[in-house]
């Protein structure tokens, strides 16, 4: 199982960018999916997951990102979405996407595959 990530850049606060991240396994439906962040000196921390379909499809976030950003998923793409609104410069991180099967979906040490990372930077 491969992820690969797109679409970091550069933004000023309030701004808005679309993270996608690109699955290789065909079971991707099967899959939780979900973004984790993090910056210098800091903990990996959750941003936001989808359940499969199989599991209600529903989705998470954590507290510094409700209401901002939207995770979705295209089973016919095997691909996720987060799309990023109202951008502040404590956004500024390298965001991670990353699978898993089950286990605590809001626990980076649930997840046994990860992209990349691509970066995100805010300016004030």
């Known amino acids: 199982v491969q992820l690969q990530a797109f679409g970091g850049g550069l933004v000023q606060a309030g701004g808005s960018l679309k993270l996608s991240c690109e699955f290789s396994a065909r079971t991707f439906v099967d899959y939780v999916v979900g973004w984790f962040r993090q910056s210098p000196g800091n903990e990996r921390e959750f941003v936001a997951a989808v359940a499969p379909i199989s599991g209600g499809g529903s989705t998470y976030y954590g507290d510094a990102v409700k209401g901002r950003f939207t995770i979705s998923r295209d089973n016919t793409r095997n691909t996720e979405y987060l799309q990023m609104n109202s951008l502040k410069p404590e956004d500024t991180a390298v965001y991670y996407c990353?699978?898993?099967?089950?286990?605590?979906?809001?626990?980076?040490?649930?997840?046994?595959?990860w992209g990349q990372g691509t970066q995100v930077t805010v300016s004030s």
């Open positions: 990353a699978a898993t099967r089950g286990g605590d979906l809001f626990y980076h040490r649930a997840y046994p595959y």
